[in-house]
């Protein structure tokens, strides 16, 4: 599961919304430059009542902690680094990543930092797409091999919906820990925000749930974030949210917060948290 990369190269933004190729790696053209992050978008409307099909397995054990509900199935022993790095993982915590953790983090001192720039155990900012999954609010969600998928908007995805109440964003984060990608079709996203991207140390996730829940919940919830080491993306306070989420100026009330973490076709935890300020 370990993944080494000596040189942990970071796609170069543009503006607000990330474009950029090489998600897989067929056409990189990636940069050493700090990259820029997008303000994750959710809205108020309602999704279609229709959707989200195929279902969640059914979990034995219960591996919660803090601010963290954890479901896992008899196959995490099958896969210990997993079932570790699960029992790690912090409570989020928007205040201390204002950016995204594919840059070092100040605030966060156990975050490490190599050469100066470079984040071994975090995460790239890839190919951003707003809105996702416009398509009759359908679509096919592919999660790489080895990748995450960060998703914000109203949702259904596997029979469990997100978005109903006012003031709610929903947060959506896809772990795949196998060498076989997989696509969940016919899902659910309302006018929403998607990222995916390669992360850097599959023995440490922790440190990329951790940080890619809390920026974006920050993003979310217009608290102080920073696009890169020097450019502020949302100042807070009373300023206008990046992305109006959850469909007003003044961001949302909290975020609900679910991360799931798959082996190819294999779904072997979902741990959910409550983000506010």
């Given at each position: ?48 009542t ?19 509900t ?11 680094i ?7 993982v ?5 205040q ?104 850097w ?6 440190w ?13 919830l ?56």
């Amino acid at each position: 599961m370990r993944r080494t990369v000596r040189s942990i190269s970071l796609l170069l933004a543009a503006g607000i919304l990330m474009v950029a190729v090489g998600c897989n790696g067929d056409d990189d053209k990636s940069s050493s430059t700090p990259t820029p992050t997008a303000a994750p978008t959710t809205t108020a409307t309602a999704v279609v009542t229709d959707g989200g099909t195929g279902v969640m397995p059914a979990f034995t054990k219960d591996a919660s902690h803090g601010e963290w509900t954890i479901k896992v199935n008899d196959g995490i022993d099958r896969d210990p680094i997993v079932r570790d790095w699960l029992s790690r993982v912090k409570d989020p915590a928007p205040q201390l990543w204002k950016t995204y953790p594919n840059i070092p983090n100040p605030d966060v001192s156990g975050f490490r930092v190599v050469n100066g720039t470079q984040v071994p155990d975090g995460v790239e900012y890839g190919v951003a797409n707003v809105p996702f999954c416009q398509q009759d609010s359908r679509c096919d969600i592919v999660v790489p091999a080895q990748h995450y998928r960060l998703i914000t908007g109203n949702y259904q995805f596997l029979g469990n919906r997100c978005g109903d109440n006012e003031g709610e964003g929903c947060l959506l984060l896809l772990i795949n820990v196998s060498e076989k990608s997989h696509t969940f079709r016919d899902q659910i996203v309302d006018n929403g925000f998607t990222v995916p991207g390669r992360y850097w140390n599959g023995d440490a996730l922790e440190w990329g749930i951790w940080g890619l829940v809390s920026h974006a919940s920050a993003n979310m919830l217009n608290m102080p974030t920073m696009a890169s080491a020097t450019q502020v993306l949302n100042p807070g306070g009373s300023f206008t949210n990046g992305g109006a989420n959850c469909g007003v100026p003044s961001g949302c009330k909290s975020v609900e917060a679910t991360v799931i973490v798959i082996a190819g076709d294999r779904i072997l935890a979902v741990a959910t948290s409550t983000v506010t300020k």
